[in-house]
């Protein structure tokens, strides 16, 4: 079993960067794909970004392209979301998820493991 413990969410202002961690533990997850989904309010859970067991492919929303980046330290194993030009319409929960394959997915299915989220609120 994997358990993923999200932290960093807060409060910030429109144009912020803030940087969220998932922390695992109870499982080495090197060999294992690791991604970061959001869900607002009223709204479905979406896929955000993922990172591959090695960090050599990442893989991004159209939304958070080109401002948010994924990486991971599988020393500690620990998977981070950076994220940059933040936007209102970027305030979610946002869940870390744990996949049992080397590549990231879109799919929700593919991720057995899930932290229990860490709110961002981005005010404008």
């Known amino acids: 079993q994997v ?3 999200e932290s960093g969410g807060r ?3 429109a144009g912020d960067s803030l940087r969220l961690t998932c922390a695992a533990s ?3 997850i090197s060999t294992y794909a690791v991604s970061w989904f959001r ?3 009223g709204k479905e859970r979406e896929f ?3 990172i591959n067991y090695i960090a050599s492919r990442m893989v991004y929303a159209d939304s958070v392209k080109g401002r948010f ?3 991971r330290d599988n020393a500690i194993n620990t998977v981070y979301l950076h994220m940059n030009s933040l936007k209102p319409e970027d305030t979610a929960v946002y869940y870390c998820a744990g996949s049992l394959r080397a590549e990231a997915s879109f799919d929700r299915p ?3 493991y899930w ?3 860490t709110q961002v609120t981005v005010s404008s």
């Open 3 to 5: 358990q993923l413990v």
């Open 11 to 13: 409060l910030v202002q």
């Open 26 to 28: 109870g499982r080495s």
């Open 39 to 41: 869900q607002a309010p």
């Open 48 to 50: 955000v970004a993922g």
């Open 69 to 71: 980046t994924v990486s």
């Open 110 to 112: 593919a991720y057995p």
């Open 115 to 117: 932290g229990q989220g």
